[in-house]
């Protein structure tokens, strides 16, 4: 018998999370390796938040948590949620998890039987086909290109949809593609799903902040919506604090009660100390995160000005998040240096290889013609890193 589950066996491996874990090797290793593959913030967590977690440890929240959270975490994330995003919600609608791959990952559990058809606009972040497989569900990935600026139109979410549909999971701005949907577009699409009242939406908005486009709407505040819209967010990526694991939802109360059901028997609630700096961080006016989002904007410019001077790879302009999503299908069935380029992990193992730079695949993305740079890292870093690119593929 095989001591490991055809779960387990089935279930791939993060190919974000392995790229940054070989670029760790080789450097290791001594190799000169400029690692673009990891979706981190290169900042330190503020310092405000992190006397919050100090005073939280002297205040001894030692015990455990209640297990959706602390109901004043989960009153900070309802105003948060209405004045950044008119969502109106009440602390029963919140459950705070470790981190908002936890949020998800309870959704899909409470949500999926075995066949629920689950649409993935692609490319999407690698981990929802995972989770969703994981529970027992189908993802339908609706194909996207740099041409569309990797948006989905309402046509395409029509076709998508089946008697089995379930749900829809995106993420906007998109990790991988940096876009982001606007009001028009997102009513557009919401027009369709007004006729099929069934189908539940996770919204993941945990990159809302890192955006440049002056806007942003979630799709629950659309008309309708908020009563089929479970809004997913966290303090990671904006405040700087992927390693603190504090995520969380906005949701019906039913599907709130049923992911604090999971999490009662899995988790116990989310790290304690970490949750009450969280409130520190959602109280906060966005206006603090600004040094950041600037960093991050002038790095998109500098990318994509960079990316764009290399012939071959196509791009378009991301609006927000920290990623471009290069179109590199112009080399597939060319020998470079020697090495086939079949596809696009060659071309980011080639990368890898010859220009010592990490990147991720967009297969891991569902986009097999695009590869995906994280530009959080240094200015200088970014600039030798497009310069080997460019080097590597002249
Ligand atoms: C779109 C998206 N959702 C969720 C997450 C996970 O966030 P957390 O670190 O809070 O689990 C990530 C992290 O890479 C992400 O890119």
Known sequence: MNALSDRINN????????????????????????????????????????????????????????????VDLKEAICKKFKRDNDLDYKPANIVV?????????????????EGDEVILPAPYWVSYFEIIKLSGGTPIEVPTSVESDFKITPEQLEKAITPKTKMMWFSSPCNPSGSVYNKEEL?????????????????????EHINFSGTFCSIGSIPGMLERTITVNGVAKAFAMTG????????????????????????????????????????????????MVDAFHKRRDLVVGLIREIPGLKINVPEGAFYVFPDVSEFFGKTLKGTKIENATDFSMYLLAE??????????????????????TSDDLLKEALRRIKEALS
């Open 187 to 207: 009513t557009a699409l919401c027009k369709v799903l007004e006729k099929h009242p069934n189908i539940y939406i996770v919204s993941d908005e945990i990159y």
């Open 97 to 113: 998890s470790t981190g908002a791959k936890q949020s998800l990952y309870n959704i899909a559990q409470v949500m999926l039987n």
């Open 355 to 376: 220009a010592n730079v990490a990147t991720v695949t967009g297969e891991a993305f569902g986009n097999p013609n695009c590869i995906r740079f994280s530009y959080a």
């Open 244 to 291: 603190w694991r504090i995520g969380y939802i906005g949701a019906p109360e039913f599907i709130a009660k049923a992911c604090t059901k999971i999490q009662g028997q899995v988790t116990s609630g989310a790290n304690s100390i970490a949750q009450r700096a969280t409130i520190t961080a959602v109280e906060a006016d966005p206006k603090v995160l600004q040094h």
């Open 11 to 70: 279930l791939s491996t993060s190919q974000t999370l392995a790229m940054a874990a070989l670029a760790r090797e080789l450097k290791a290793q001594g190799k000169d390796i400029i690692s673009l593959s990891l979706g981190e913030p290169d900042f330190n967590t503020p310092d405000f938040i992190k006397e919050a977690a100090k005073k939280a440890i002297d205040e001894n929240y030692s015990t455990y948590s209640p297990v959706d959270g602390y």
